[in-house]
């Protein structure tokens, strides 16, 4: 096991890999799509569809992050995890509502701009239901920081307005550190707790890659948005750095819950 420095604190490596992960969301200097305003890039109508498919896909990601953790709290050990959890599942519960209310904003019904997700992100949730608190955590800290690290990638070639709305909604809530601590406590108590937890993650990692590829070959504007087609500079090899960041991101978080990837 690693052993966590004060630079590995969790705050710290949340921070860090949402740093990698990010790329030049906020600081590189935006070209194209990314240097307008909604009402400019908007005329453009497969921009706009694929900004619409991106806050349903992201509203629907927070709606069922709310439930998860709503759920997940059942299993919390302890009354202060549990209010913690509920804490957490409050904020998701917000996101939802900023995104839905964004939706509203530029003429868009929420529900009908999530449904086309609902099916894929119900399927990742049923194949990936954790057996235990532990295994909830993990799930949390990993397979959403995946999908974060994904929609922080494609915020950089975003309009300027749906790109700050994005990257808030991304904000860590509090369950990185959260999951963090617990976990470790866990492997330090019982180090065989390690091996399993770490073949867990490393399925989540296949199964939120996959998903998240499913999703965007089904729907033809995001798809053509990855590839270049409507956001500058980001081309099929980008495509591939850009996973390259994601993996990374991961390896460096399970090395802070003391996991191999």
Do not use: C
């Not at 969301?25 to 694929?50: C, K, L, M, N």
């Not at 939802?96 to 209310?101: I, V, Y």
């Not at 750095?241 to 390896?251: G, L, N, P, Q, V």
């Amino acid at each position: 096991m690693r052993f966590m420095t004060s630079s590995d604190k969790p705050d710290n490596v949340a921070a860090e890999t949402a740093e990698v992960a990010a790329g030049s969301a906020e600081s590189a200097e935006h070209t194209g799509v990314a240097a307008q305003d909604w009402a400019q890039a908007s005329a453009d109508p497969q921009y706009r569809a694929a900004v619409v498919d991106l806050l349903g896909a992201l509203a629907y990601g927070e709606l069922a992050a709310f439930e998860r953790l709503a759920e997940d709290a059942k299993l919390a050990p302890t009354l202060a995890d549990k209010a913690e959890l509920a804490k957490m599942a409050s904020a998701e519960f917000h996101h939802f509502e900023q995104l839905s209310n964004r939706l509203t904003e530029i003429g868009e019904e929420s529900t009908r701009a999530m449904e086309p997700f609902v099916a894929a992100l119900d399927g990742f949730h049923r194949q990936t239901a954790p057996s235990d608190w532990l295994e909830g955590l993990v799930k949390a800290y990993v397979g959403d920081s995946i999908a974060s690290d994904f929609y922080r990638e494609v915020a950089a070639r975003l309009d300027s307005d749906t790109r700050e709305l994005v990257l808030a909604v991304l904000d860590d809530t509090g369950h990185a550190g959260f999951a963090v601590e617990k976990v470790r406590a866990a492997i330090d108590a019982d180090p065989r707790v390690g091996g399993r937890l770490a073949l867990w993650a490393r399925r989540l990692m296949g199964e939120a890659l996959s998903q998240s590829q499913r999703v965007v070959a089904d729907r033809d504007a995001l798809s053509t948005m990855l590839v270049g087609g409507v956001a500058d500079g980001f081309d099929l090899a980008e495509v591939g750095r850009m996973f390259s960041r994601i993996t990374e991101a991961h390896t460096k978080r399970m090395a802070a819950l003391g996991l191999a990837a």
